[in-house]
């Protein structure tokens, strides 16, 4: 079976079909085998992936190599209002967006909205609080 493939049936039995995979150390349980490796790896096993320019342990590969990436490389996208800085435009804008808030001043939602879109480019989901930024 190709990887799309059994991501494809994974992802049925996880969200469809309501199988989970649980921890036989603790109460954890994760719809992905793969999330479960990672939490016995880190909770369990103690396994960390230590950066080696500063003091910060990942518990994956994966972020570890997003830290260098993030916060010892050179950054493509330096925030103009505080030493923020990114690889990323999209975290850039993030950040812009939940640290340096707009101030423009809206009375009415819908306003507001508006405002955010035009403006900026984002969206907030009411629901969640969420940013979502649009490239």
């Keep these: 079976m190709g990887r799309y493939a059994s991501e494809l049936k994974q992802h049925i039995g ?3 079909e309501g199988i989970t995979y649980p921890c036989d150390q603790c109460m954890y349980t994760t719809p992905w085998r793969k999330t479960l490796k990672q939490h016995k790896e880190s ?14 342990a990942a518990t ?16 493509g996208y330096p925030c103009d209002q505080s030493e923020f800085s ?16 707009c101030d423009a001043e809206c009375t009415k939602l819908e306003s507001l909205e508006s405002h ?3 403006k900026h480019n984002w969206f907030i989901c009411l629901e969640v609080g969420t940013f979502l930024i649009e490239m």
């Design 14 to 16: 996880a969200k469809h």
């Design 43 to 56: 909770k369990h096993k103690g396994i960390r992936y230590p950066c080696d320019q500063c003091i910060y």
């Design 60 to 75: 994956m590969e994966k972020d570890l190599k997003r830290h260098k990436e993030r916060k010892h490389e050179d950054n």
């Design 86 to 101: 990114s690889t990323c435009e999209s975290h850039l804008k993030r950040n812009i967006a939940v640290k340096h808030k």
């Design 116 to 118: 955010q879109q035009r």
